[in-house]
């Protein structure tokens, strides 16, 4: 972390089991090498994601939870939350909003990092995935004002669960970053976090080298060597 404010806790939301590897894998095993606390919460179960027509929706989403468990795991992460909603159903409204919230006042995260939700197509060469956008736009309306005022979702106060400001917030995915965190030292957590997720790595003995390149292209031009790219938002505190 580049900001003077000390960080405990971090929150990552991302829309399916390996969101989170493949976008900020590397540093997401940093920031827990470095001692902070970091939460993986995901907003679907992932039950669509695989081109497979003998699979089943619940047998696919077993598999994921428990790929996502074995991802954090090689992250140092300890905690993932599960939100189970259907992939490709994720629609950005109050419940979504209801559920992230509580998420920031349960754990209240100092940083959070999601999808940014500005980016439709990527490099004129793919569609954002719906769920990316919908997650990352809930992630930002929970964050402000959402969480920070105590009259939105009036049951939580009831549930011991007060109202949180989050002041730090990292988007992925941005066709326009502005931060680049050095993943090198995290970079084979990073490739072990990901080759977890075996249901959607097709060509297993070929992930590092394509993350690495990737990687390597990122740091370009930034005095790094293995980076990942982020637009980040520091709101006033």
Do not use: C, W
């Given at each position: 972390?580049?900001?003077?404010?000390?960080?405990q806790r971090a929150l990552i939301v991302g829309?399916?089991?390996?969101?989170?590897?493949?976008?900020?894998g590397g540093t997401i095993a940093l920031w827990a090498q470095q001692g902070i606390e970091v939460t993986i919460a995901l907003t679907t179960?992932?039950?669509?994601?695989?081109?497979?027509?003998?699979?089943?929706?619940?047998?696919?989403?077993?598999?994921?939870?428990?790929?996502?468990?074995?991802a954090a795991k090689a992250s140092g992460v300890k905690e993932v939350v599960f939100l189970d909603n259907n992939d490709c159903e994720l629609v950005n409204n109050l419940e979504l909003r209801e559920q992230i919230v509580r998420l920031i006042r349960t754990y209240r995260p100092d940083v959070v990092l999601t999808h940014d939700p500005r980016t439709i197509t990527l490099g004129g060469r793919s569609i954002n995935h719906p769920d990316h956008r919908a997650t990352g736009q809930a992630t930002l309306d929970a964050i402000f004002p959402t969480a920070r005022d105590p009259l939105n979702f009036p049951q939580h106060l009831k549930e011991g669960l007060l109202p949180h400001k989050v002041f730090d917030v990292y988007l992925w995915g941005a066709e326009d970053p502005n931060t680049w965190v050095d993943i090198t030292e995290a970079f084979d957590l990073k490739v072990a976090a990901i080759r977890c997720h075996k249901t959607q790595v097709r060509e297993p003995e070929a992930v590092e080298k394509r993350v690495r390149e990737r990687s390597a292209r990122v740091a370009e031009g930034h005095g790094m060597e293995l980076a990942e790219a982020?637009?980040?938002?520091?709101?006033?505190?």
């Open positions: 972390m580049t900001d003077d404010a000390p960080v829309a399916h089991p390996d969101d989170p590897e493949f976008s900020s179960n992932g039950n669509k994601g695989t081109s497979d027509l003998k699979t089943s929706s619940e047998r696919l989403a077993v598999l994921r939870r428990q790929e996502q468990l074995d982020f637009y980040r938002i520091q709101l006033p505190r």
